[in-house]
Each structure stands twice: as structure tokens, then as C-alpha cells.
Nanobody, 114 residues
Framework: QVQLVESGGGLVQPGGSLRLSCTAS????????MAWYRQVPGKQRELVAK????????AYADSVKGRFTISRDNAKKTVYLQMNSLQPEDTAVYYC???????WGQGTQVTVSS
């Protein structure tokens, strides 16, 4: 059974940091593009960051450039999203995505509030 399981979400104050993790089971993610998306109620899911299969290249939404960093450890079948300088507008459910095979995680809630 293929699963992508996100963790690391929670409540954080503005200016704080969180690190999200996405761990795969049932599949090997090595060599596959992976991404993080986010979604708020009533809006479309938004691509936040993506990373190539080997991790050599990344891309980010303009809204998170310079604050978020995507990385991966293929041996651990895990993709990370380090989020710094969080702002209330970053509040959303964050989803992990295997871009090549369209697998999705169940999402983890990130809430930025004082």
C-alpha cells in the first residue's frame, strides 16, 4: 500500500519556524520529482515548492522564496519543508505530492497566529 505521511505541522507564532516531513511507504521516491502544496478553505491548492529526484534543483512560489526550503533524503524516503519567518498568510493545510505518479499525503495543518 502506497502512503505519503506528512508530519510536523502545528500552531506557531508569526516569525516562527516549522519543519514539515513527508515519509513514503510502499514506494521508492528516489529519482522522482516531489513537491509541497498548500490549501486554504475555498481556494485552489497552491504549489509551494518542488524538488528534482536527486535534490539538485528546487523551485518555489514567489510568496515563500527566501523563507522556505525544500530538501530530501532518498535513503529515508523523506521530503522536508523548512519554513522560516512564518506569517499568518502561510496558514493552510500542507500536502506532500509525488509529482510523477500523483500520490498525495493526507495533509498537515499549519496555523500561524499570535
Amino acid at each position: 500500500q502506497v502512503q505519503l505521511v506528512e508530519s510536523g505541522g502545528g500552531l506557531v507564532q508569526p516569525g516562527g519556524s516549522l519543519r514539515l516531513s513527508c515519509t513514503a511507504s510502499g514506494i521508492d521516491i528516489g529519482g522522482y520529482f516531489m513537491a509541497w502544496y498548500r490549501q486554504v478553505p475555498g481556494k485552489q491548492r497552491e504549489l509551494v515548492a518542488k524538488i528534482t529526484g536527486g535534490g539538485s534543483s528546487t523551485a518555489y512560489a514567489d510568496s515563500v522564496k527566501g523563507r522556505f526550503t525544500i530538501s530530501r533524503d532518498n535513503a529515508k524516503k523523506t521530503v522536508y519543508l523548512q519554513m522560516n519567518s512564518l506569517q499568518p498568510e502561510d496558514t493552510a493545510v500542507y500536502y506532500c505530492n509525488d509529482m510523477s505518479r500523483s500520490y498525495w499525503g493526507q495533509g498537515t495543518q499549519v496555523t500561524v497566529s499570535s
